[in-house]
């Protein structure tokens, strides 16, 4: 019992103290604080929707096996019923069945471009807290440096103990400030090459579509 309380009052003093460190840090800490609270949002968010099941999901399989076999009709009905990245750019294609290979083919890239690009949007958005986050703790710093610079010219020099003070409360926004953008650069690089590796991933399982397009074409040509 007496090792539980014990327990309380230190966890207790800790995040009591984690606090008055971040309330020291000033007004910037506010935009600061709404920044790490959307950037842990959108890489929730980012992580449960950039999964292969959503991307390339297995009712997807069923137009694609239509579609090598000629019946692209039909794969295109179903494609279109599906809502998958996967399902538009297999859709984009066999719209323009009856168009040149090349056209059929940029239609495809053009809608996987679209795809990959609406899949990012929001990983830039983490790049761009990952970049304002520093340049608002360095603010922070520098408004504080002017503030504790201020205190030693109203005070004069006989307490330096305040100007310690007051650069020590300055960096806290730049320490804050690269503690939140160090993580958001990775965690954004890294989804970044998950969007890649499902693109690829889509890419070649289009290919067999193509490839039995291109056959057909030249069975047409040959006739």
């Known amino acids: 019992m007496m090792l539980a309380i014990l327990q309380d009052v230190a966890e207790s003093t800790s995040r009591q103290s984690v606090w008055d460190f971040l309330a020291a840090g000033g007004p910037v800490m506010v935009p600061l604080g709404l920044c790490s609270v959307v ?7 980012r992580i449960l929707r950039l999964r292969l099941s959503s991307v390339l999901p297995p009712t997807v399989q069923e137009p694609i096996d239509l579609a090598v076999r000629g019946e692209r009709a039909r794969a295109l009905q179903l494609a279109e019923g599906v809502d998958a990245p996967a399902a538009r750019i297999l859709a984009a ?40 986050a520093p340049l608002l703790g360095l603010l922070g710093t520098v408004l504080g440096l002017n503030e504790a610079f201020h205190r030693v010219v109203r005070a004069g020099m006989g307490k330096p103990e305040q100007l310690a ?22 965690v954004a690089s890294l989804l970044q090459g998950k969007v890649r590796r499902m693109m690829r991933e889509v890419d070649q399982r289009m290919m067999p579509v193509v490839d039995a397009i291109v056959a057909e074409r030249r069975r047409g040509d040959a006739a």
Do not use: F, N
């Open 93 to 132: 294609g066999l719209r323009r069945d009856s168009l040149p290979l090349l056209d059929i083919e940029r239609a495809m890239e053009d809608q996987a471009a679209k795809e990959s690009d609406a899949m990012r949007s929001r990983i830039r958005a983490l790049a761009v807290i990952a970049a304002i």
């Open 165 to 186: 003070a007051g650069i020590e409360e300055a960096l806290i926004t730049t320490i804050v400030g690269l503690c939140l953008a160090i993580p958001l650069m990775l």
């Open 39 to 45: 950037a842990v949002a959108l890489t929730m968010e």
